[in-house]
């Protein structure tokens, strides 16, 4: 089983930047597509980054030019570039590998057990 650990949150102010990071265990990684994902407060958790194996990403509407991922093989791990930041990103982030071949799949299902989060919150 593999184990996912996130980290890079914290408490911004609207437009500023984070960088979340997430690290894996195993040796699975550098075969598995990777996603970010989040989950406010009396919401559902959503997909909102993914990234395939061959490093082809996909993102939601509501985080399209504003957040990059990207992943590094050799370290097991996987980044969310997060600039512009909004109050409404704030949220607990997650990673975990999507399961499936279409942005709706990756949304639901997921292959690993979910790590901790990261907390983002965007206020002034």
């Known amino acids: 089983q593999v184990q996912l650990v996130e980290s890079g949150g914290g408490l911004v102010q609207p437009g500023e930047s984070l960088r979340l990071s997430c690290a894996a265990s195993?040796?699975?990684?550098?075969?598995?597509?990777m996603g970010w994902y989040r989950q406010a407060p009396g919401k559902q958790r959503e997909l909102v980054a993914a990234?395939?194996?061959?490093?082809?990403?996909n993102y939601a509407d509501s985080v399209k030019g504003r957040f990059t991922i990207s992943r590094d093989n050799a370290k097991n791990a996987v980044y969310l570039q997060m600039n512009s930041l909004k109050p409404e990103d704030t949220a607990v982030y997650y990673c975990?590998?999507?399961?499936?071949?279409?942005?709706?799949?990756?949304?639901?299902?997921?292959?690993?057990?979910w790590g901790q989060g990261t907390q983002v919150t965007v206020s002034s």
């Open positions: 195993g040796s699975i990684f550098s075969s598995s597509a």
């Open positions: 990234i395939t194996s061959g490093d082809s990403t």
């Open positions: 975990n590998a999507p399961l499936g071949s279409s942005w709706s799949v990756w949304s639901k299902y997921v292959r690993w057990d």
